[in-house]
């Protein structure tokens, strides 16, 4: 009954026109909510395309290049990026995506990194020009997109100032953060206070990858194992500081989507324990054990497997796992990249395979209602 009324609710808030809304709403009868979904916006594009330094977007042959994480332009195997087209700044792209893959609702976050790379003044107004863009975006979108908010984090006076400005922004339901914060970490006080605005106002924070941990290791591999291990170990690291140190224990209702199905933590959190109870003085600082502040998180269901599934509902419990696919990351593998958008995504498919697999109620809870629950609205 509850869900029905939030669905019912949500439905309501995100539907421009009755009609539109309606239509988006019974597109291929799942009802699936993804919430790990990125774009780069329009004007966010401008600023990567103006850039000579890293993150930037250079052109090619005609064709525009990502070259966005760190060091990738000095590694012979990654120097040229990645391919990037319209799949990451048009709108219409995103909605074909999700119609062929039998996706309903997009909670769309701008892709990594964010506005790490700016400071002051211009990352507060450049925080604000993306975050009316996204809701802009959603507003005409016919019910069928939500946003996260990115914050200017480089600037955290701003981002507390944003926090409490998105307020107004109907359409934006969470928001995204890396995992350095204002450059110490989001375990540091110095973004105590927008971690603090956060939980206020009750928004989740979808926390992602974006500088890999143990890169050292990682030349001549392309981007493969930076985006396999660098980026879910980066993860890992954040979250189990965030425990570790006491941050979380100062954000009791702080609400945390932990990207890649919770990356290591699933497979490490019980020696995460273990090392914990055998170092006393850290032990006596928490209040309760780490796996009890995993149990209190969500996760996005990108794992690529079935049997990380099932552990990880074994773990946490199949309430806080929730649908995600990293498009427009991951594209249909040796497609030309102005083809991507008319073919099917294995990628994607892969994840519905995995949801598939686990089967009836497990699924439909993964699949939509535990999104709704989390990001409905006044949540
Ligand atoms: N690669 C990225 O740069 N970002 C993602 O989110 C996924 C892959
Ligand atoms: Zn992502």
């Known amino acids: 009954m509850r869900l029905r009324r939030l669905s019912q609710a949500l ?3 995100t539907s421009t026109s009755r009609s539109a809304g309606a239509r988006a709403f019974s597109t291929g009868g799942s009802g699936a909510i993804d919430v790990h979904t990125h774009m780069y916006l329009p004007s966010y594009m401008e600023v990567l395309k103006k850039r ?8 090619v042959e005609g064709q525009d290049r990502l070259v966005i994480l760190p060091g990738e332009d000095d590694e012979v195997t990654t120097a040229t990026g990645r391919p990037i087209g319209r799949e990451y700044w048009d709108v219409k792209a995103k909605l074909e995506y999700m119609d062929m893959h039998n996706i309903e609702t997009s909670i769309v976050s701008l892709a990594n990194p964010w506005l790490d790379f700016l400071t002051g003044d211009a990352a507060a107004s450049v925080a604000q020009e993306l975050n009316d863009e996204l809701q802009s975006m959603c507003e005409q979108s016919g019910g069928r997109l939500l946003g996260m908010a990115t914050l200017p984090v480089r600037n955290p006076e701003a981002a507390v100032r944003e ?16 995992t350095p914060g204002a450059g110490d970490g989001l375990d540091h006080d110095n973004v105590r206070d927008m971690l603090v605005a956060i ?28 985006l396999a291990l660098g980026f879910p170990m980066e993860t890992t690291v954040c979250v189990s500081r965030m425990i570790t140190t ?21 497979s490490l959190i019980g020696r995460l324990d273990s090392c914990v109870e055998h170092d006393i003085a850290i032990a006596d600082r928490l209040l309760m054990k780490p796996t009890d502040y995993l149990k209190k998180m969500h996760f996005d269901a990108i794992s690529y497997s079935t049997p990380a599934m099932q552990h990880l509902i074994e773990l ?31 990628s994607t498919k892969k994840v519905w395979t995995t949801l598939g697999d686990l089967g009836g109620e497990t699924q439909k809870k993964i699949v939509r209602d535990n999104a709704l629950r989390l990001f409905g609205p006044n949540k």
Not at 246 to 266: C, E, R, T, W, Y
Not at 318 to 342: H, K, R, W
């Open 11 to 13: 439905l309501r808030r």
């Open 52 to 59: 000579t330094e890293i993150p930037r977007v250079v052109t």
């Open 163 to 178: 926090v409490e400005r998105i307020k107004k922004l109907s359409f934006i339901r969470g928001v995204i953060l890396g």
């Open 199 to 226: 939980e206020d106002q009750g928004l989740p924070i979808f926390l992602h990858p974006h500088y890999g941990v143990g890169n050292e290791h990682f030349h001549d591999t392309g981007h493969a194992l930076f």
């Open 246 to 266: 006491g941050a979380m224990d100062k954000l009791p209702n702080l609400k945390i989507l932990v990207a890649h199905a919770g990356a290591a933590l699933p």
């Open 316 to 346: 946490v419990g199949e309430d806080c796992i929730m649908f995600g696919t990293d498009n427009p990351f991951f594209p249909p593998a040796g497609v030309p990249a102005d083809e991507v958008c008319s073919h099917e995504w294995p």
